[in-house]
């Protein structure tokens, strides 16, 4: 199989773009509403920590990976904490709304620059075999939190 992290990730960035297309497009205070949050909030928060570990934290160990990591990871920090204003809103307000359109734009900027740069500085970092590798092991893990956050 010639599946790559890079594809694995890639996956999880077009269904948060979709999820987000959908969520602010949702009807204040319908339960289509409070379900795709759910969902929004799952894939980011799974999608996020597979990443971290299977995609950072190996190149975190390079000295070329060190600023990229830590920015991403950075703005991984400040999405969860937009999940958290969003979540404490009432859904059916002008402020939800505002809010939820702040973390599309963030999580769109994120996905952009983990697209046009990050995966660029990481595969000069990661060997051939190690992308396939990867790409298993973040697949695992990403369907692993998925199942233990939707249990929550
Ligand atoms: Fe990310
Ligand atoms: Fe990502």
Known sequence: MNDTIYDALRESHELQRS???KLLRSK???QERIALFREVRIELEAHEA???RYLYAPIL???AGLSSSRHALHEHHEIDELVEDVQKLDP???????KAKE???EVHHHLREEES???QVSGKILGDAQKKTLAGKYRRDYARMHRKLAAE
């Open 19 to 21: 999820l987000l297309r």
């Open 28 to 30: 204040p205070g319908t």
């Open 50 to 52: 597979a990443e971290e």
């Open 61 to 63: 160990m390079d000295d």
């Open 92 to 98: 059916t307000g002008d402020a939800w709304l505002e």
């Open 103 to 105: 973390l599309s734009k």
């Open 117 to 119: 740069r990050f995966f």
